[in-house]
């Protein structure tokens, strides 16, 4: 099975009520929004991205904090509704009768909770370059696991995008890693290490790239 990701959303957390009910809300995740720097790149959501997954999708949930102990609502039993717009992807949950989303509707309604977070697996994706020529991963195909309210973003672990690219660019995943760390994945993308890595080369060390890489810096500057 694929490896589950983790997003968020700053700012979109709505507190919605009425006579019905409470309900929490907002945008999960917006399209063709550029990320913060996740290390290396950027990851923006291409607006077809959840399309067909949605469409054939199975259950998806809404959890506080993506915690289990914490459902909220989920789209199997219709307490959790997500729509696709324009802009990105909309949830609204109906908030069940329970001390833990009593408080979380508290919290929500004095503007302690802000953020949204989605949980996806990746099924496509692509890479590139930003206009600034900055490495940009764009997420084609996405299915949607679950959404979150969350106080806060949690750390965001980016293996999985490290590994698409080094998958795709038949290198090793270490290795990658390290050009990620110190902001050599554009060389990677433009395959200027090519010159002295073949397609294939699986045992690269993160040690060997980087000296390769610096070495063509090096010839570059000259």
Same mark, same amino acid.
């Given at each position: 099975? $694929? ?11 709505? !507190? ?6 409470? $309900? ?8 063709? $929004? ?19 997954? !949605? ?31 324009? #802009? ?23 503007? @302690? ?23 940009? $991963? ?18 965001? @672990? ?8 080094? #998958? ?5 995943? @270490? ?48």
């Amino acid at each position: 099975m $694929r490896e589950t990701e983790v997003r968020h959303t700053a700012g979109t957390v709505q !507190l919605r009520a009425d006579d019905s009910g409470q $309900r929490l809300g907002g945008f999960a995740l917006k399209f063709n $929004r550029l990320s913060q720097n996740l290390g290396g790149f950027v990851e923006r959501i291409a607006p077809g991205a959840l399309t067909k997954t !949605l469409r054939d999708a199975g259950d998806v949930l809404c959890r506080y904090q993506h915690e289990d102990h914490y459902l909220l609502g989920r789209t199997a039993s219709g307490t959790l509704r997500v729509s696709l717009t324009d #802009e990105g992807l909309d949830y609204e949950v109906d908030l069940p009768d329970t001390d833990y989303a009593h408080n979380l509707a508290a919290l929500a309604a004095r503007g @302690d909770v802000q953020h949204s977070s989605f949980a996806f697996r990746t099924l496509e994706d692509e890479w590139g370059f930003t206009e600034q020529g900055f490495p940009l $991963r764009t997420l084609l195909e996405i299915q949607l696991v679950d959404v979150a309210p969350v106080v806060q973003p949690a750390y965001l @672990d980016t293996t999985s995008g490290l590994r698409s690219l080094a #998958e795709s660019r038949h290198l090793d995943l @270490d290795a990658v890693r390290a050009a990620a760390a110190s902001d050599g994945l554009a060389d990677v993308l433009r395959g200027v290490e090519a010159q002295e890595i073949e397609p294939g080369d699986t045992h690269s060390t993160p040690v060997a790239l980087m000296q390769r890489m610096a070495c063509l810096r090096g010839k570059a500057a000259t």
